[in-house]
């Protein structure tokens, strides 16, 4: 980041830095109307990447004041320049003392009278600063034209959450929305890009060449949705939007990867039509342009009107794999589903994150569900969503989805995919549990009733409530039972017990917790819907009863009086996020019907539950393992991809834990368990493979991937023949060449490994070095890895360093290395808490001393890291996720390994 002058300009007034204030929030004294916002671009690169301009900001007084206080960062603002003068001109105003707070990036202004209420002032301030480095505020990046060799800079903005504050003096708050007037002013050789279209452009007059260029006045909107950019990427066709608007659409990128760009630029206009159609409000605006940048804070950002993604999450090249795809899918439709959950509707506040992050990616999931069938993505993620949080909410360092932040930086951190799944979770429980026309009914209201303006979630619960209501289905109130899952932080194990003579149940509820007890007493409104085996309807998910919070266990006479050899489930789809556990008769019939020809009458949601429901009730010792793996014997038939997913996941999170002769039992067991699966999956070289998409080709991707990872001989053979018949691996299908060149090195193929790493050092390909790293990652051989490693934590760019991450965790998830690995990562410890994400070193120290791979103690690892703000973070948490693992080591392991013997 470069050294940016905080300090004042002019000299009339006195500077004072005040030290931190108890409020993060800014006072409630005016209220922004209208920006007038000016900027002035200069890319004269390397030696002046800078921007100069100034903002008019029309104000309300909404309490009289005598000081108005704004958000400024890293700005050199032009204090002798400031003015401030009522809309009718009757007085101005002059400023007596400027104060600023660094902590709360804070800029207070003193007045030398009051500010009359129900006034209207325009503030003008002048400004200056240094394009940022960091893709934060107004930044810029650069991308090399391989035709010329010529490095082209560019401007973008990234203001989410906190960093208009960097670009401009503003009220940087979500629910603090204003109108906006963008006026650009940019050298002619650049194209410059903001909300809306330019209205008209006039030459700048005082420097040659330059224009300034006025664009069409933006809708009310939240501050950080504010974008502009100044650029000379290139663009693919205009495509138009079946919307109300019939929406244009302009996607722009480095010239050399318009051709691979097509696919996401077409699809945004489609997903854009059908969430317009689905939550029946029109998309306000006339044009979308969508630019892929180089370097971006995040995958994208949902400006509206101008809509930001990194290169490497809109580009799609033909030979990345089909899950790359659907992912970059996703990610553009999570953005137009945020134009509704977050820019047409704003959060109040940021500690309500999930309340648009949640709803954008279920609606992304609906549409691409709806767009691209043939994918099956919606289970997928849906299933994918379930497993990550099921797995995360058992260990105490989870947080819950709302909960108080009070600065940038615990602003900045409420971004985890934890607040989007879990958020995205929860919407499909509203959805589950209220049913199709409630749910849209409520949805549409909401948006209907809160459009241009902000809220909180009591907002959405509240037409959610009214929706029910008109259909009958509002029994419940609706807040309390949603505000006990998003205030508070894990899930419920529910116990279920049977009286088979009399058609009850004795339900209840108790946190569940891996290898620990619940700690403070908890609980939840669970919704209860149950399937019975022969009336088993799997599409009913409305609730049939509740149970409530605070309450004892609770008996219930089930509705469809179920006999006593035929079982009962809970949670058809698993509609609402708990755990249950039955009594053993109820287990033992479920797995009867799983180890039968009619395993498929259970969904296949719920088949991937029960195996991770009763592979940690038996980790907890809550259930046994012989039970457990004894449900496992129908994994040979099953033809979807959801339960192999999940069982091979867990199984293997338990594998990482072993060493000596139960990693060797464990080893042998997965590759008996693989090998079925393995035989009925077309070979590599088949045209039957290569055809096949969605589900059906992430099931055979798993069925290669751990086939070869634990040895099975087809798998083996297969890799080797391939190598043998084509070297460079040109013949292998783009969604197995990850694996292929993984087992290949594995194999001690040292000169593929030379090879990889050679094309890893020539290429610019983003998706092909990511891979690439991975496979190197998969050597045995520390002395030929080393070297890479130390090239890519060396290495002063981003893009290269990052693929630091990809290696090791490869080698981490094969165990050859474990010990060196970890080594390296402690003494380059300096290097990589500087240069990776607080993320990405969580995900480090949990492999690395979390599951036991370094034995180093306590004190040793708190001295060792101690000053790594980064590592000191996440250092107690990856102690305690040991201290489980230890446990399950000492008490269960023995008895995981003693049942799954049986199957070896």
Known sequence: MPELMCCIVGLLLPAIVLSHDSSYRLPNALKPLHYDLRILTHLNAPLNLSFEGSVKIDLQVLQSTRDITLHAK????????????????????????????????????????????????????????????????????????????????????????????????????PHLRASFQVTLGYHKNYTGLSNTPVSKCVDHGRLQDYVWCQHEPLLSTSTYLVAYAVHNLSSLPVVHSETQNNVSFRSWMPPDAVKDGTFTAKLAPRVLSYLEKLLEFAFPLRKVDQLALPSHKFSAMENWGLVTFKQTRFVHYDDELMQDKEDKAFTVAHEYGHQWFGNLVAINWWNDLWLKEGPSTYFANLALDALMPEWGSLQRRVANDLATFFCKDMFNDTIAISRDVQDSKSILDQFTPHVYEKGSLTMRMLHKLLGDEAFLMGTRNYLRRHAYDSVRQSDLWQAMQEAAHLKGSGGIRLSTVMDSWTLQKGYPLLTVIRNYSSSTVWVDQARFMLGADGGEPTCWWVPLTFVNQRQGNFDETQPQFWLECPSAGKTLRLLKNPAPNEWIMLNPQVNSIYRVNYDEPNWRMIIKTLNSADYGSIHSLNRAQLLDDLLMLAASRVQSYDLAFSMLEYLPREADFLPWNRAVALLKDRGQLLRGEQERIFRTFMKKLMTP???????????????????????????????????????????????????????????????????????DNSMLFQSILKRFRDTDSDAKR???????????????????????????????????????????????????????????????????????????????????????????????????????????????????????????????????????
């Not at 991308?143 to 082209?152: A, G, I, L, V, Y």
């Not at 690995?821 to 990405?840: E, G, P, R």
Request: glycine share 4%; aromatic share 10%; hydrophobic share 40%.
């Open 677 to 747: 699966l393995f035989l009925r999956t077309p070979q590599l070289n088949s045209a039957q493979l290569r055809a096949k998409s969605g589900s059906l080709a992430a099931l055979y991707r798993l069925a290669y991937k751990e086939a070869c990872r634990y040895g099975v001989a087809h798998c083996i053979s297969q890799v080797e023949r391939l190598r043998q018949d084509d070297g460079n691996g040109s013949q292998v299908p783009a969604n197995y060449r990850d694996i292929v060149d993984c087992t290949s090195i594995e194999l």
């Open 770 to 904: 990511s891979v690439w790293a991975s496979a190197l990652g998969c050597s045995r051989d520390f002395v030929q890895l080393q070297p890479f490693l130390d090239y890519l934590i060396q290495a002063t760019d981003k893009l290269t360093y990052n693929y630091y991450m990809q290696a090791v965790t490869s080698a981490l998830e094969r165990k050859h290395l474990a010990t060196e690995i970890a080594d390296h990562i402690m003494q380059h410890a300096k290097a990589i808490n500087t240069k990776l994400s607080l993320k990405q070193i969580q995900i480090l120290l949990n492999r690395i001393i979390g599951d036991l791979i370094t034995e180093l103690e306590d004190n040793q690892l708190r001295q060792q890291l101690r000053g790594l703000d980064k590592f000191e973070a996440q250092l107690q948490a990856a102690l305690d996720r040991r201290d489980t693992n230890r446990y399950w080591l000492i008490e269960r392991a023995e008895h995981f390994i003693k049942a799954l013997s049986k199957y070896a």
């Open 74 to 173: 890293n700005l050199t603002i032009d204090e002798a320049r400031i003015t401030l003068s009522s809309r009718s001109g009757s007085r101005s105003h002059s400023i007596s003392r400027i104060e600023r707070n660094e902590t709360l990036e804070f800029y207070t202004m003193r007045l030398d009278g009051e500010l009359q209420i129900h006034e209207q002032y325009v503030l003008s301030m002048p400004f200056s600063a240094a394009l940022n480095a960091n893709d934060v505020g107004y930044y810029s990046s650069s991308f090399r034209d391989p035709k010329t060799n010529q490095t082209h800079y560019l401007a973008a903005t990234q203001f989410s959450p906190t960093f208009a504050r960097l670009a401009f003096p503003c009220f940087d708050e």
